[in-house]
C-alpha cells in the first residue's frame, strides 16, 4: 500500500522493540502504512534471531539503523534501506516499495574484508608477468610490487 | 593496524603509536619475488586475524581512545575501519596501475576510461 506522507508520520520516542514499535505507531494513532509494517516485520525478524533490539534510528527518508544485541552482548548494527520507486524518487516524495536490511556484526563485516585481501592479492598478480608488478605512475608513486611490500610493513609494524 | 589496537588497548589515551615509516618496503622487499611477497603477507594477515578475534572486542572496546600524533584522539573503531580501508585503497591503486599500462594503448578509448585519468 503506498504511503506518499509517512516519512513525516515516525512513530516517535524510543523503540526498543518490534511490538513498542507497532504499538507506538497504532497509539500514535499513525497510519500503520506498508513502509511501517515493513519495519516492524524486520524488528520482529531480529527479536527471533535473539537479538534485543537496543535503539531504532529512523531517517526521514530512505532508511535507518537498528542497534542489537545477543544474548551474548554481541553488537550489532543493522542497516536498512526503504525503498523507494523511481518515480517517487524523482519527486521526492518517495512511495514505499519495499525493504532491504543487511545485519552483520560490523566487526564481522570488516574481517570479511580484511580476511580477503590476500586472496584478491593473490588472485590478481600471483604469477602475472613481470610488467604488470614494476611499473608504476610516475616518480614518488608505487608500483603494485612495492604496494604488497608496503601491506606487509603495515602488518607488522603498524 | 594490531600494533596500534594494542596500544589503545593496554594504554588508552597515554599510549603513543610508532610513527609509521611509509618508505620502509623498498628495503625489505628488496631481492624477494611477489610470490614470497605473497605468501608473507597471507601469514601475517592470518596472524593479524587471530590476534583481533583472541581481543573479544566488544562496543565498548571500540569506543575505546588512543592517541594519534597528527589527528589527536581517535577510536579503536575508527583504526579497524581505517584499515579495511586502506586495504581497500590499496587494492584499487594496484588495479588502477596496472590499467595505465595501457594508457596509449586503448588509443581514444582513453577518454571513456577514468581509471586512467585518476
Not at chain 1, 522493540?17 to 497504532?26: K, L, V
Not at chain 1, 524518487?89 to 585481501?117: H, N, P, W, Y
Not at chain 2, 614470497?36 to 587471530?50: A, P, T, V
Not at chain 2, 584499487?92 to 596509449?104: F, S
Request: aromatic letters at 8%; proline letters at 4%; one cysteine or more.
Amino acid at each position: 500500500m503506498p504511503c506518499r506522507s509517512c516519512d513525516i508520520q515516525e512513530p516517535s520516542g524510543e523503540h526498543n522493540g518490534a511490538n513498542q514499535y507497532y504499538e507506538n505507531a497504532r497509539s500514535n494513532r499513525e497510519f500503520l502504512c506498508a513502509r511501517n509494517e515493513a519495519i516492524v516485520e524486520l524488528l520482529r525478524k531480529v527479536e527471533h534471531r535473539g537479538f534485543t533490539i537496543e535503539r531504532l534510528e529512523l531517517r526521514m527518508r530512505g532508511g535507518g539503523r537498528l542497534l542489537a544485541h545477543n544474548s551474548e552482548r554481541k553488537f550489532s548494527k543493522i542497516q536498512f534501506t526503504l525503498l523507494l520507486c523511481r518515480i517517487c524518487r524523482e519527486c521526492s516524495l518517495g512511495d514505499f516499495a519495499g525493504i532491504i536490511a543487511v545485519m552483520e556484526f560490523q566487526l564481522d563485516q570488516a574481517k570479511e574484508i580484511l580476511g580477503r585481501t590476500p586472496i584478491t592479492l593473490n588472485s590478481l598478480l600471483r604469477d602475472v608477468p613481470e610488467t604488470w608488478l614494476h611499473s608504476n605512475e610516475g616518480p614518488e608513486t608505487w608500483s603494485p610490487f612495492d604496494v604488497v611490500g608496503h601491506l606487509i610493513h603495515a602488518e607488522e609494524t603498524d | 593496524m594490531i600494533p596500534r589496537a594494542r596500544i589503545i588497548l593496554e594504554q588508552g589515551q597515554h599510549g603513543t603509536f610508532e610513527p609509521f615509516d611509509r618508505f620502509a618496503m623498498f628495503e625489505k622487499s628488496r631481492g624477494k619475488s611477489l610470490g614470497e611477497l605473497l605468501d608473507k603477507f597471507k601469514e601475517l594477515r592470518g596472524q593479524s586475524l587471530q590476534e583481533l578475534e583472541a581481543m573479544n572486542l566488544t562496543p565498548e572496546l571500540l569506543e575505546k581512545r588512543g592517541m594519534h600524533p597528527e589527528f589527536g584522539l581517535v577510536t579503536l573503531n575508527q583504526l579497524l575501519s581505517t584499515w579495511v580501508v586502506h586495504d581497500l585503497g590499496h587494492v584499487g591503486q594496484i588495479v588502477r596501475v596496472m590499467a595505465k599500462q595501457y594508457d596509449e594503448a586503448v588509443g581514444p578509448w582513453k577518454a571513456y576510461l577514468p581509471v586512467l585519468t585518476r
